[in-house]
């Protein structure tokens, strides 16, 4: 074994003098560095640099360690471009559960899997710089003790951007954005306001303060009240043909009050007992019906479901990929461990558990407004789960000092470029944006690779959509 090699550096806390230890070791495998922030006493980066999928980019890998029980898989792939000037984005997925890897692998990363699982191919519609984050613990390369609510999972989120600009302190001038989908619209208003909120009062030598430029989300769950409400429309009279029957609908249209009412209850009093009856109530009147009643991807309604890895195929090959020995050996994850794309079974029931599903993140997205954060919030319109309609009516609704103005600023085509295509519609005002996405699902990199990666350039560098 090589000895430690410590670099002694030093910290000013609070207008006191203190050391904290700044720690590159080789361990075991002589190949992985560890790094410590004298902030964060009880939280660790360990990395290694990697050459799976994307060679031609510089690539981190490796596990963000929080007091030795909680464990964090990352996976960084540098700008194809101009890193030391490219915005830097952190990409969390949803579920809860959800592997990240998907997210990487099926839609934005920088390659794609081969039929069967065995090997990568180029992916021309890559998002770089871009930092992919299994969280909360349990989630695909991800272990350790079960974390159970968005505020505890936003607060591990936050450590990890902290050590990750410490030790790579180029990346942390830059312009910074979160991404994600689905459930990541609790994870990412949530993560995005503690950035705000600890920018404006940290005084502390050696935090970085995170240059946050916006953040986006897809068919993100921001609101569920106003969200499930219009699940009976989708379902019947969206712009495809019905999946339900019109007595169905009507039912589910009906029953809404009362999963209302819960939801409600829930955020005026959040505990476990109170939003677990929500989430079984409104699950009963507003998704099993669905769910029983039709063969369609809850995620796709164009889509049939054969009920495996929640309805994309793709994601068999993902299990088959990250549990190949090389590619964990690569990555410096343990040959024993068995990935999955999704973990329903653990961190998706301990979320619907907790009641953590029903609570409301708009009042997030109202304060990162407020604060001259970009709000991106951008949806397929053929989802059913998070349909586009319950996503502009919350948006719609959003109490925010630019409200009036976001309502009667006019709805525009969203014209990509190359090619020129018309892809979709969108709304903004004064830093925040609403864009439907045609022909896409839940996952709209996925069935839109090509116009998802034209609004995130542009929003990225400030164009207009």
């Known amino acids: 074994m090589v000895s430690p090699k410590c670099l002694r550096v030093t910290c000013l806390v609070l207008g006191i003098w203190i050391f904290c230890n700044l ?235 009362k999963c209302a009412y819960l939801i409600e209850k829930c955020n005026k009093s959040p505990n476990v007992v109170v939003c677990g009856v929500a989430v079984r109530g409104c699950y009963q009147t507003m998704i099993k019906p669905y769910l029983e009643n039709t063969k369609q991807s809850p995620y796709d309604i164009r889509r049939k479901c054969d009920g495996k890895n929640y309805c994309y195929s793709e994601a068999d090959d993902l299990d088959i990929f990250a549990n190949l020995n090389n590619t964990k050996t690569e990555l410096g994850v343990d040959t024993s461990f068995v990935f999955r794309a999704c973990n329903i079974s653990g961190v998706y029931t301990d979320f619907t558990t907790s009641g953590d599903v029903m609570l409301q993140f708009d ?39 630019g409200k009036e103005g976001f309502n009667n600023a006019n709805v525009t085509q969203w014209m990509t470029k190359d090619p020129v295509k018309y892809a979709g519609d969108v709304r903004t005002f004064e830093g925040f944006t609403f864009l439907k996405i045609f022909e896409a699902g839940h996952m709209a990199p996925y069935d839109q690779p090509g116009p998802s990666l034209d609004f995130f350039k542009r929003w990225i560098f400030k164009e207009k959509l």
């Not at 510089?58 to 030391?84: A, D, L, M």
């Open 363 to 401: 009042k997030f997205i109202s304060q990162l407004l407020e604060n001259k954060i970009r709000v991106l919030i951008y949806a397929g319109d053929a989802d059913y789960l998070c349909n586009w309609y319950g996503i502009e009516a919350w948006v719609k609704d959003l109490q925010w000092s």
């Open 23 to 257: 720690v590159l070791s080789q361990g075991h495998d002589e190949w992985k560095k560890t790094i410590t922030h004298c902030a964060f006493p009880e939280h660790k980066l360990e990395f290694k640099e990697s050459i799976i999928c994307d060679k031609t980019v510089k690539q981190y890998s490796g596990y963000f360690v929080v007091n030795e029980t909680k464990n964090f898989f990352y996976w960084f792939f540098e700008s194809r471009n101009k890193p030391q000037e490219d915005p830097f984005v952190l990409w969390v997925n949803g579920g809860p559960g959800f592997s990240s890897l998907n997210a990487l692998f099926l839609e934005v990363g920088p390659c794609r899997l081969e039929k069967g699982g065995n090997g990568t191919i180029p992916n021309p519609y890559s998002w770089n710089s871009i930092i992919f984050l299994d969280q909360p613990t349990n989630t695909g390369y991800s272990y350790g003790d079960n974390v159970v609510n968005t505020s505890v999972a936003a607060s591990d989120i936050y450590a990890f951007i902290q050590l990750f600009f410490h030790q790579f302190t180029n990346y942390a001038s830059l312009d910074f954005h979160i991404a994600g989908e689905s459930y990541a619209g609790h994870f990412i208003p949530a993560v995005a306001t503690e950035i705000v909120n600890i920018n404006k009062k940290n005084t502390s030598e050696g935090i970085v303060h995170i240059n946050l430029e916006s953040v986006m989300i897809g068919n993100g769950v921001v609101d569920p009240e106003k969200q499930l409400e219009y699940c009976p429309h989708m379902a019947c009279n969206s712009t495809y043909k019905p999946v339900l029957t019109n007595d169905i609908c009507n039912q589910m249209s009906e029953d809404f009050p």
